[in-house]
């Protein structure tokens, strides 16, 4: 049996070891949500990407081009910008709601399983919707299973929960 395996067999017994690095299932939160936290910063960049590679440009100050005018409608720069605030609006949520499931001390492999394929869904969520566009319903699914998943873990903690109201 793997060290990992060892490890998520084993309750945590007190509140303060739940957000730990000798619990597993934190361990995968804090690595899983370090790659989404890099993934939305990196969409700042793609969309500055945007800008430059089509010369939109929101601020007069910015117009570093000869005959150029200030521009807020650019498809390609918009297109990144409405996958920039999809994030914030759906991967800030998912944060708050996995420290809030992890208190519940969730089995270890389910939550880690959550936690990456939440991940990933965001990641190609942010690659058919912003870097090459693909018809739905890709996006669509990729959008979805994280918010289901964010959902589960809600319906999850409101469970156990419930019997202290």
Known sequence: ????????SKMMTSPGDMFT??????CCYLFWSTVLVV??????????VQRFRYKIFPNQEDLFFKNLEVQFDDPHVERVRRAHRNDMENILPYFIMSLIYISTNPNADVACILFRVASVAR???TLVYAVYPVPQPSRILAFATMLLITFYM????ALRTLSFI
């Open 21 to 26: 690095l000798e619990n597993p299932v934190f």
């Open 123 to 125: 990641i190609i969520h």
């Open 154 to 157: 809600a319906a999850v903690v």
């Open 39 to 48: 993934k939305m910063l990196l969409m700042s960049l793609l969309t500055a």
């Open 1 to 8: 049996m793997s060290a990992a395996a060892s490890n998520s």
